[in-house]
């Protein structure tokens, strides 16, 4: 592979995606607040992406707009595992590959969205 196995292993993605459920019982349990409001809802992946004429020749274009949202969270993490920009750099073109392949072109991919609004208790 491009990155060495003992690497990858001793690596962290320090990412948690709870639950609603999960979400409403920490709230209520500590008790400060009661919910007024809560929903849940779903943006595309590609919300403000525009295909203009120079890309409309590239099927990645897509994948590549949404690799660059994904980059610029985890880039940082993943070159101090890496330690190579020419890794890097492959690993978000294959990156962009597979997300038009495998999910974009199945006309999935979005964002999960919570919105909270809170109460504090008197």
Known sequence: GLIEESKLKSSNFPIYAPYVDEVKQVIEREGSFDIHQLETFHVSWLEGFV????????????????????????????????????????????????????ILEKGRGAFANLLISLVKKL
């Open 51 to 102: 295909e203009n004429d120079n890309e409309g020749l590239d099927k990645y274009a897509r994948g590549k707009y949404v690799t660059r949202h994904v980059r610029a969270v985890g880039e940082s993490l993943l070159s101090s595992i890496c330690g190579d920009d020419a890794i890097v750099e492959e690993i978000y073109r294959r990156f962009a590959i597979k997300v038009t392949d495998e």
